[in-house]
């Protein structure tokens, strides 16, 4: 009798899962609209240019070694990463009263920062908007919150941000409750607030004395200007916020695997940054003791340099104009071909994602009959999209609908 013989299977992530029947589909037409990460025209994954020139820098710099990192990573990263967040002239970096801790990109920087906060400021209820990316619930459960609850967001009927629902819930959550926030490009809708209504959410937020976590996986990435894209973390900054972010560089540097990400934090009073730092330090000790030094390297050597940080921001605008050039492709297309409903949120989105509004029944034709993978939510990923599919994938998606409503 084996000791494991009680564990239970576990149920397969949804995402990986549609990654890999496309890549054992044989179908001609297959196209993966599931897996959040950038491809070209050609449908090919990117490496950006710029990040390759810098591997090559990083890799023939002979003062490097590999020995390990300090517990809180390469300052020269972290404050490059934290001031392209809240902007170089922030007060709240020229005082010292934030500063970042390298993680283990995005996902890592939830889980310390959400430990962090049940652990050593006895947090232990979270919201996040329904929907939102379905690793937002595991990592804060897993980190040991108790009470998981959700504020609205997406309105389904009209389709579009469900800015009033979102502020009632917020203004009957708990004092202290912890807010998951999207800096941009919302995951999975693409929509995001207005400067106006962020302005709102605000104004609750600071009322209720509700706690801010952002979480920024596409800054830059989403319009092409890191500043636009950042404006509501600066926002709620300036405003006098207390707050902690989530910074990933999987997307915008094109570094999925190297887990480059970046957990920065403002407080009002640099007085008590030593203890937080010291709080910090010990918890990534237990987890993970250090963290990696490659891709960090390449970020950090980007960001600190003015020609390659004019070079990073051509290939992002790059990204960010074709996802935009898809959105209109596929719009029109659907509305050529009288598709039933409107389609016009494709265009409103912004970013990798778009919520289709396509149902789950729709969904399984599309993957059954079409060879096109998606989210049973109706998520699809806009990188998927090119000048070779989009016509065969608006014409699959208009033979869904038809079908599923007959």
């Known amino acids: 009798m084996s000791v494991f013989s009680s564990v239970e299977q576990g149920l397969p992530i949804e995402v990986f899962a549609l990654n890999r029947a496309f890549q054992e589909d044989k179908h001609p037409n297959k196209a993966n609209l599931g897996v959040g ?35 809180l990573g390469i300052e020269a990263f972290t404050q490059a990463a934290s001031a392209l967040l809240l902007g170089e002239n922030s007060p709240a ?31 232990d209820v979270f919201y996040y908007s329904n929907p939102t990316w379905e690793n937002h619930h595991k990592v804060f459960m897993d980190a040991g919150f108790k009470s998981a609850k959700t504020y609205r967001y997406w309105d389904a009927n009209k389709r579009n941000f469900d800015l009033e629902g979102m ?46 976590f952002f979480d920024s996986a596409y800054q830059g990435f989403a319009s092409g200007d890191p500043d636009h894209d950042a404006w ?24 999925y695997c190297e887990r480059v990400g970046n957990l920065t934090i403002v407080q009002n009073n640099s007085q008590t940054k030593d203890a937080v730092v010291s709080q910090f330090t010990w918890l990534i000790r237990g987890m993970y003791s250090n963290p990696p030094a490659f891709g960090s390297r390449i970020v950090s050597t980007v960001l600190n340099d003015a020609i390659l940080r004019k070079e990073w921001m051509d290939c992002i605008k790059t990204m960010s104009s074709r996802i935009l050039k898809m959105r209109q492709a596929l719009r029109k297309r659907l509305e050529e071909l009288k598709t039933p409903g409107s389609w016009e949120h494709i265009t ?59």
């Open 93 to 123: 970096v020229k005082e010292n009263r934030a500063f970042g801790i390298q993680t283990l990109s995005g996902t890592g920087a939830l889980r310390i920062g959400a430990v962090f906060l049940n652990g050593i400021l006895k947090r």
């Open 232 to 255: 509501a973390v600066r926002y709620f900054v300036e405003r006098g916020f207390e707050l902690f972010c989530a910074q990933s560089f999987a997307k915008n540097f094109g570094l």
């Open 37 to 71: 990460a950038y491809r070209t025209n050609e449908g090919k994954p990117w490496v950006l240019p710029v990040v390759r020139k810098t591997e090559i820098k990083v890799a023939s710099d002979e003062n490097l070694n590999h020995e390990y990192l300090p517990v």
């Open 348 to 406: 409103k989105q912004i970013g990798m994602f778009s919520y289709t509004g396509l149902n789950e029944k729709q969904v399984r034709i599309l993957i059954d009959d079409f060879h096109i993978y998606l989210l049973k939510t109706g998520r699809i990923n806009m990188c998927g999209v090119n000048e070779s599919n989009v016509n065969y994938i608006a014409e699959s998606i208009n033979a869904a609908i038809r079908r599923s409503d007959a």
């Open 167 to 212: 502020l009632e819930d917020l203004n009957n959550a708990p004092a202290g409750a912890v807010i998951i926030l999207h800096v941009c490009a919302h995951n999975p809708t693409g929509m995001d607030p207005t400067q106006e209504q962020w302005k709102r959410i605000a104004e609750v937020m600071e009322r209720k004395k509700l706690f801010a």
